[in-house]
């Protein structure tokens, strides 16, 4: 069993940044590639971002390359989301998503292969 909780949300203006954290429990972490989804108003949930167990291969949405960094940090059982250059319509409820299970692939995560999921942290995007 993993369990998630975000945190870092919060209000900022366009071409700002913020950096989401995920805090995960359990002994096997290092062994589950994660992810981060979101869901803006009126829109079904969509993935943003994922990252490999080993942390050294990572994928992104279209709308956020070159913008949003993935990272993980192992040893603390926590996955980042580092959000720069924000824009109004990257408001959304942010959520951090584990794989289904150790051996499931980033790539998997993609097309929404997602085990656990955590509660979410808003971000609001003002222009």
Same mark, same amino acid.
Request: charged share 15%; net charge positive; hydrophobic share 40%.
């Given at each position: 069993?993993?369990?998630?909780?975000? $945190?870092? %949300?919060?209000? !900022?203006?366009? %071409?700002?940044?913020?950096?989401?954290?995920?805090?995960?429990?359990?002994?096997?972490?290092?062994?589950?590639? @994660?992810?981060?989804?979101?869901?803006?108003?009126?829109?079904?949930?969509?993935?943003?971002?994922?990252?490999?167990?080993?942390?050294?291969?990572?994928?992104?949405?279209? $709308?956020?390359?070159?913008?949003?960094?993935?990272?993980?940090?192992?040893?603390?059982?926590?996955?980042?989301?580092? @959000?720069?250059?924000?824009?109004?319509?990257?408001?959304?409820?942010?959520?951090?998503?584990?794989?289904?299970?150790?051996?499931?692939?980033?790539?998997?995560? !993609?097309?929404?292969? !997602? %085990?656990?999921? %955590?509660?979410?942290?808003?971000?609001?995007?003002?222009?």
């Amino acid at each position: 069993q993993v369990q998630l909780v975000e $945190s870092g %949300g919060g209000l !900022v203006q366009a %071409g700002g940044s913020l950096r989401l954290s995920c805090a995960a429990s359990g002994r096997t972490f290092s062994s589950y590639a @994660m992810g981060w989804f979101r869901q803006a108003p009126g829109k079904e949930r969509a993935f943003v971002a994922a990252i490999r167990a080993s942390g050294v291969i990572t994928y992104y949405a279209d $709308s956020v390359k070159g913008r949003f960094t993935i990272s993980r940090d192992n040893a603390k059982n926590t996955v980042y989301l580092q @959000m720069n250059s924000l824009k109004p319509e990257d408001t959304a409820v942010y959520y951090c998503a584990a794989a289904p299970r150790p051996g499931t692939t980033a790539q998997a995560m !993609v097309s929404g292969a !997602v %085990g656990y999921w %955590g509660k979410g942290t808003l971000v609001t995007v003002s222009s």
